[in-house]
């Protein structure tokens, strides 16, 4: 298996849309009701935070990559 580095921002992504996932999943199934505007804040959020989280990910690595990089 190839290695690959670790994409913390993708993490938090995929986190938030499963999550907005699983909000539509309970509606669908009669669980709650969930307005169709509901799941707006939590995706919009979801992809600011993850490019949030991607930004300083790079930050990061760009100031600590001088070894073995």
């Known amino acids: 298996m190839l290695r690959h580095e670790f994409q913390p921002g993708k993490l938090v992504a995929g986190l ?4 907005t996932g699983a ?5 669908a199934g009669g ?3 969930t307005p169709w505007f509901a799941v707006v804040p939590l ?7 993850a490019g949030a ?3 300083l990910a ?3 690595r ?3 990559g001088g070894e073995g990089g």
């Open 53 to 55: 989280t991607a930004t």
């Open 62 to 64: 760009r100031r600590g």
């Open 43 to 49: 995706v919009v959020g979801g992809l600011c935070l």
């Open 23 to 27: 909000v539509y999943a309970g509606d």
């Open 31 to 33: 669980l709650w009701d």
């Open 58 to 60: 790079r930050g990061i």
């Open 16 to 19: 938030f849309l499963t999550a």
